[in-house]
């Protein structure tokens, strides 16, 4: 089999992961290792406060994680929603698409028994600086009432807490989201993963795109891969990954689709009005990014980039909330 050269892109803070996944990918591994390595990376990075360890807790302090990764050659997928006690999501997930191949999605309880089946390591995921900036972001009024009941489903916090997150400026001056990679690997497979703590302060239970196949990862091997960062409930109802790879489908060029796909996403009405962005890399090797913000990179590494280099995404501008009050825009 003739060898081609190795891609591997990545949303912003995925990069850590990126110089060992391209190592993987020099020495022949499968796009499916090199996406694994790379996100397991961001798991590990506990300065990271959107995925893996370290992520800001739920609504009741729990941390609760989503991944899902989907192989662009046969379209068999995995996804997790919702698991406690595991710091790689992403590695019980790609247990799901490998070994599980009768189903594409486990959550909760269901996932956390697999993982333990798989023999996957828990592991602590909750830390000291999570719990910090998760008091932080309470009212005084949640705090309170999360110190006296626990946060045991008392009505009174959890109104107080889901206002608190409706109230919330969107996050977009932090470091914060989700993390996507995509890799094509030398034998010309391609493979998307996802991973992410969702929400800080997310209802029990909440599951977003990341977890969700065509939302916030959709990845076929003819034409392309994508996944996206940001407002995951909008790209669910958008189904905004598979948006971008039907645009490849379609002739459209990597910036067009991600384009297209992130401003049908962002027509709909949102009362929340948090940014999401797209990333893609095709089967022949060009890539893009679309935000709806200046400034928005992602991180890129070929088999001649010894680190990642960082590539500005395409900017959409019409980006207002069609029903909604827009108030400011991130
Ligand atoms: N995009 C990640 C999430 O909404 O959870």
């Not at 003739?2 to 060992?20: C, D, F, K, Y």
């Not at 977003?208 to 959709?218: L, M, P, R, W």
């Not at 991600?258 to 022949?284: G, I, K, N």
């Not at 990642?308 to 995404?313: A, D, G, K, N, Q």
């Amino acid at each position: 089999m003739r060898m081609g050269s190795p891609v591997i892109i990545a949303s912003e803070r995925g990069e850590v992961g990126l110089v060992e996944a391209m190592r993987a990918l020099r020495a022949g591994g499968s796009a499916m290792d090199a996406v694994e390595i790379a996100l397991r990376a961001a798991e590990a990075n506990e300065a990271d406060h959107y995925v893996g360890v370290g992520g800001i807790p739920n609504l009741l302090g729990e941390v609760e994680l989503d991944a899902s990764i989907m192989d662009g050659s046969t379209l068999a997928a995995g996804a997790v929603g919702a698991v406690t006690g595991f710091p790689h999501p992403i590695t019980i997930a790609r247990a799901v698409c490998e070994q599980l191949p009768q189903h594409a999605m486990l959550v909760g309880r269901g996932a956390e028994r697999f993982a333990d089946e798989c023999a996957i390591p828990r592991g602590t995921t909750l830390t000291e600086e999570a719990v910090r900036l998760w008091k932080e972001g309470l009212t005084p009024e949640a705090l309170d009432e999360a110190e006296r009941t626990q946060g045991a489903g008392e009505t009174a916090y959890r109104r107080s807490v889901l206002a608190r997150i409706q109230a919330m400026e969107p996050p977009h001056r932090h470091p914060w989201g989700t993390i996507n990679v995509i890799a094509l690997d030398g034998a010309g497979r391609l493979c998307t993963g996802v991973s992410t703590s969702g929400y800080p302060w997310k209802y029990p239970g909440r599951v977003g795109d990341s977890a969700v196949i065509g939302a916030g990862n959709y990845c076929d091997g003819r034409y392309g891969g994508a996944a996206c960062t940001g407002r995951g409930e909008l790209a669910i109802r958008a189904g905004t990954a598979r948006t971008v790879v039907d645009g490849l489908a379609d002739g459209l060029s990597p910036e067009e689709a991600c384009v297209t796909a992130l401003e049908r996403t962002m027509s709909l009405a949102d009362p929340f009005r948090a940014q999401v962005r797209t990333l893609c890399l095709t089967a022949d090797g060009q890539h893009a990014g679309a935000a709806t913000v200046t400034g928005a990179t992602y991180g890129l590494m070929t088999g001649d980039h010894t680190e990642p280099e960082f590539l500005p995404r395409a900017v959409i501008s019409n980006h207002f909330f069609i029903g909604v009050e827009t108030g400011s825009q991130p």
